[in-house]
């Protein structure tokens, strides 16, 4: 069983950059893909991001690419996200994520197991 906990949301103006961190407990971390989910309010949960186990391999939803970037820490048991020139609707509650489906990549909440309790990210303008 893996747990998450994620940092680094805050209050930030449009175009600013924010790294957000998850941190990682539990002995199959290094062997997950892991993602990054958002949540709007009165909006449904949507993918964001997702890195394989290795790290070697991302994808992105077509709303965030060329902007954020996901990475991972296997020896801290940590993923990263790295938002760049942030836009007034990236405004959402961040959420880490472990997959426990094996095909990767996945951006089904579904196919994913394993949740922290999201970090606010609030781009003002």
């Known amino acids: 069983q893996v747990q998450l906990v994620e940092s680094g949301g805050g209050l930030v103006q449009a175009g600013d950059s924010l790294r957000l961190s998850c941190a990682a407990s539990?002995?199959?971390?290094?062997?997950?893909?892991m993602g990054w989910f958002r949540q709007a309010p009165g909006k449904e949960r949507q993918f964001v991001a997702t890195?394989?186990?290795?790290?070697?391999?991302?994808y992105y939803a077509d709303s965030v690419k060329g902007r954020f970037a996901i990475s991972r820490d296997n020896a801290k048991s940590t993923v990263y996200l790295q938002m760049n020139n942030l836009k007034l609707e990236d405004t959402a509650v961040y959420y880490c994520?472990?997959?426990?489906?094996?095909?990767?990549?996945?951006?089904?909440?579904?196919?994913?197991?394993?949740w922290g309790q999201g970090t606010q990210v609030t781009v003002s303008s």
């Open positions: 994520a472990g997959a426990t489906y094996k095909s990767w990549p996945t951006s089904q909440t579904n196919d994913y197991g394993y």
């Open positions: 539990g002995r199959t971390f290094s062997s997950s893909a």
């Open positions: 890195i394989n186990w290795s790290g070697g391999s991302t």
